[in-house]
């Protein structure tokens, strides 16, 4: 659906002065993608996603919309082809003086259809974001999760393709955030769209997104289902993601501060223990304390689901023959789960 095809942008003041904001990315995003792209502010994401609508042109590179270089054509062809991109972002962009149903029907003025029509289909997406009770209310009067529905409702009024979400539930409160992302993926399931979805913040990615790629400093450092990611993250901007988002991580800061907060014995070992695959039945745990004779103190589980599928792990301490435990960490190791020995006496961990 799309194809973006060593991208460059750069930002200039005509001047000596240059930025360089996107540095030759390369992004394919298949049809029906709940596509995330994530990094940390300046990471140029946010530049990145303007580029699919030409919101930003390029300095170099292709974009193409169902195998249509966009980069390439003329004025008219071009908005015509944006016809089936919507976009929404963080702050809304709704008219103040203008009711809801006025709003959404923006797009639709030039639209060819009958005033019947165009109002028939403002109805239907209102119903579509559940604000069919707000048709003649005016921005001031709504809630901030409300102004984002009808800006999604506007974003869809041409029937388009492709939804580009730009941090769209960044102003947002987290119950709201949760009701936004939930409507995102349900109209990605009933309307067949594809979205592309922006943000720094990794829960959101974990909510919808089926596929992700992580952006520093321009470029796109890593790219995967969103499953594998969390599940094995290669990068360390990408494990630094993750661990905002899980307990594992956290409970492992807290030990490192406070390890004599836990009975660790001489001959103990620490570790974390993260599943790789989508299949987690497998009692690994009960089947590893009988078969290597081992007592596994389990400080914290933390399971969830990502993509459809349970992900998460176990922090747990070894107790019992050395020898025994080196053998546990291998079987653990043959069914697909990492394990990470936490080391408190230093300030990362050993990844065994």
Do not use: W
Request: charged share 30%; hydrophobic share 40%.
């Amino acid at each position: 659906m799309i194809e973006l095809e060593n991208i460059v942008k750069t930002f200039s003041d005509g001047g000596e002065n240059s930025v360089e904001a996107l540095k030759n990315v390369s992004v394919s995003i298949n049809d029906g993608d709940i596509y995330g792209i994530i990094g940390f502010s300046g990471a140029g994401k946010s530049t990145l996603v303007r580029c699919i609508n030409l919101l930003e042109k390029p300095s170099s590179g292709t974009v193409k919309i169902d195998g249509i270089d966009i980069t390439e054509l003329k004025p008219k062809e071009l908005r015509e082809e944006r016809k089936k991109i919507g976009m929404i972002f963080q702050h809304f962009n709704l008219m103040p003086s203008r009711t809801v149903i006025e709003n959404i029907i923006l797009p639709l003025k030039h639209s060819g259809l009958s005033k019947e029509e165009i109002y028939g289909r403002a109805r239907y997406l209102l119903g579509l974001v559940e604000l069919s009770d707000k048709e003649n209310a005016y921005p001031a009067e709504l809630s901030g999760g409300q102004k984002q529905r009808v800006a999604i409702a506007r974003a869809l009024a041409n029937n388009p393709k492709i939804l580009l979400s730009d941090e769209a539930t960044s102003a947002l409160d987290p119950q709201t955030t949760d009701s936004i992302l939930k409507l995102l993926k349900k109209l990605n399931s009933k309307l067949n769209i594809t979205i592309v979805v922006i943000t720094h913040e990794m829960d959101v990615i974990k909510q919808i997104c089926n596929k992700v790629a992580v952006m520093d400093q321009g470029e796109v450092v890593e790219t995967g289902d969103v499953f594998d990611i969390f599940a094995n993250p290669q990068e360390k901007l990408t494990k630094d993601f993750i661990k905002t988002t899980s307990n594992l991580y956290k409970l492992e800061d807290i030990l490192s501060d406070n390890p004599d907060g836990i009975s660790i014995q001489a001959d103990d070992v620490v570790a974390r223990l993260t599943y790789l695959k989508k299949d987690v039945s497998e009692p690994i745990i009960s089947t590893v304390t009988k078969k290597f004779d081992l007592n596994l103190n389990i400080l914290l589980a933390d399971v969830e689901i990502v993509s459809g599928a349970p992900i998460g792990g176990t922090v747990v301490i070894f107790s019992g023959d050395p020898k025994n435990i080196e053998g546990a960490i291998k079987y653990l190791k043959d069914k697909s789960v990492r394990v990470d020995i936490i080391n408190f006496d230093k300030e990362t961990d050993k990844n065994e």
